[in-house]
């Protein structure tokens, strides 16, 4: 726990802000603010990354997203006082703030506003943007929330304005703590709210980490999809096995599209589809444009609660699969393997993605994998013998009608 001394606040005292960084990822924040006296006065535990897109200076379109925050400064936090309410604050990365307000109102407190703001003057980030400065995207959320409540959300929220795309997950906050002792009791988001029950991650024991779990079913086939101002800007249609290898226990987990939420973004080089459920944190499919001409899945990034309670998380932004032409669908019905570490792989089913240039809704026509072509050599290699066997038929054929009409002519 890293914790900071704050300016005087009148009639509160010093401030003392604490901050945990999660191990699991770098953007996990947990803020606990305390009065002169020592008593939590806000308490607020999230995760976030922020996707912008913007200009270059050749006229396209980049797309940046910033999810590792860095070294943060906290100034301008607060627990508020009689003519202001309470605030974070957080300033991170070269030029990158961002800060929530919330407002008291009876026996509710709310969630007022919600703003980012960054700097294209930052070359390592935006190296080649066409406007320069510095840009602010402000957003009136004004949710309520009952005053001695904890708020938790822990499906995605996203706030889109602007060419800046803003992802939260895992959200606990109470920002009037009373007493000094941060409340049980939960005040849910609609999301969390139609998540059902919890299914157990029942693992395997095996003697070594390379011994594979004996195998489930086929997994059901979900159909998911993006939608952005412009429509459906993304699909997906899969069944989708985890293999999971953590402190030499093996899982095999079939993800039920039933009790799943999606979401995710469209950009002109990449896009997100991102699945959640009451088990999975995220699990996060990035694809990439290439040359200009084709598309694949570049990343993949999943945390998830495993039975013990632990996170397991893992993340890879090298990986090469799924490559179609743009304007088309990807198409797979065997079952393939998106191996994304050696603890880790996806087992995919009836797979078919479009994740560029969806037109009204629907899948354009579709390139199929190497593994279905694979269905092809057979009958192929067949109608080749089957060829071949006919040629030297027919060969033997003339060449015996040859030597029978040369025997009569020798008379």
């Keep these: 726990m890293v914790c900071f001394r704050l300016a005087p606040v009148p009639g509160s005292g010093l401030l003392l802000l604490c901050l945990v960084l999660?191990?699991?990822?770098?953007?996990?924040?947990?803020l606990n603010l305390t009065d002169s006296e020592n008593a939590t006065c806000l308490y607020a535990k999230w995760q976030m990354n922020f996707t912008i897109r913007y200009e270059t200076t050749d006229k396209h379109n980049k797309t940046v997203t910033i999810s590792d925050l860095g070294p943060a400064t906290y100034n301008g936090s607060s627990c508020g006082d009689d003519q202001n309410g309470p605030k974070i604050a957080v300033q991170f990365g070269s030029g990158f703030s961002w800060?929530?307000?919330?407002?008291?109102?009876?026996?509710?407190?709310?969630?007022?506003?919600?703003?980012?703001?960054?700097?294209?003057?930052?070359n390592t980030t935006f190296p080649d943007a066409k406007e320069k400065g510095v840009f602010i995207v402000s957003d009136h959320v004004a949710f309520r929330v009952p005053l001695n409540d904890i708020?938790?959300?822990?499906?995605l929220l996203t706030l889109g304005k602007n060419d800046v795309v803003q992802h939260y997950w895992d959200v606990h906050v109470q920002a009037f703590v009373q007493n000094g002792t941060v409340s049980t009791k939960e005040f849910l988001c609609d999301k969390d709210k139609t998540l059902t029950t919890v299914l157990p991650i029942v693992p395997t024991t095996v003697p070594s980490p390379t011994t594979t779990p004996s195998p489930k079913e086929k997994p059901e086939v979900g159909s998911y999809s993006v939608v952005n101002s412009n429509g459906t800007c993304l699909l997906a249609t899969m069944g989708l096995q985890l293999n999971i290898t953590h402190d030499k226990v093996a899982s095999v987990i079939n993800i039920n599209p039933n009790t799943t939420n999606f979401t995710g973004s469209c950009h002109p080089q990449t896009a997100l589809l991102r699945?959640?459920?009451?088990?999975?944190?995220?699990?996060?499919?990035?694809?990439?444009?290439?040359?200009?001409?084709?598309?694949?899945?570049?990343?993949?990034?999943?945390?998830?609660?495993?039975?013990?309670?632990?996170?397991?998380?893992?993340a890879n932004n090298n990986l090469s699969y799924w490559d179609a032409p743009l304007g088309s669908s990807y198409m797979c019905n065997k079952e393939q393997t998106v191996s994304v570490s050696g603890a880790f792989q996806i087992n995919t089913f009836?797979?078919?993605v479009q994740p560029f240039n969806v037109m009204e809704g629907k899948y354009s026509t579709a390139q199929d994998c190497s593994a279905d072509d694979d269905n092809f050599l057979v009958p192929i290699a067949v109608g080749a013998a089957l060829a071949g066997v006919l040629i030297l038929v027919l060969l033997a054929y003339f060449i015996g009608l040859k030597r029978h009409h040369a025997g009569y002519e020798q008379f």
Excluded: H, P, Q
Aim: one cysteine or more; charged letters at 20%.
């Design 22 to 30: 999660g191990a699991v990822s770098s953007y996990a924040l947990e």
């Design 350 to 352: 009836d797979l078919r």
């Design 151 to 155: 708020f938790r959300c822990n499906s």
């Design 99 to 122: 800060i929530v307000n919330f407002t008291e109102e009876k026996s509710f407190y709310s969630i007022d506003s919600i703003s980012f703001s960054y700097n294209t003057n930052d």
């Design 275 to 314: 699945l959640s459920s009451s088990s999975i944190k995220y699990l996060d499919f990035v694809f990439a444009v290439k040359n200009e001409n084709r598309f694949y899945l570049k990343e993949v990034n999943v945390s998830m609660y495993l039975v013990n309670g632990s996170v397991f998380s893992i």
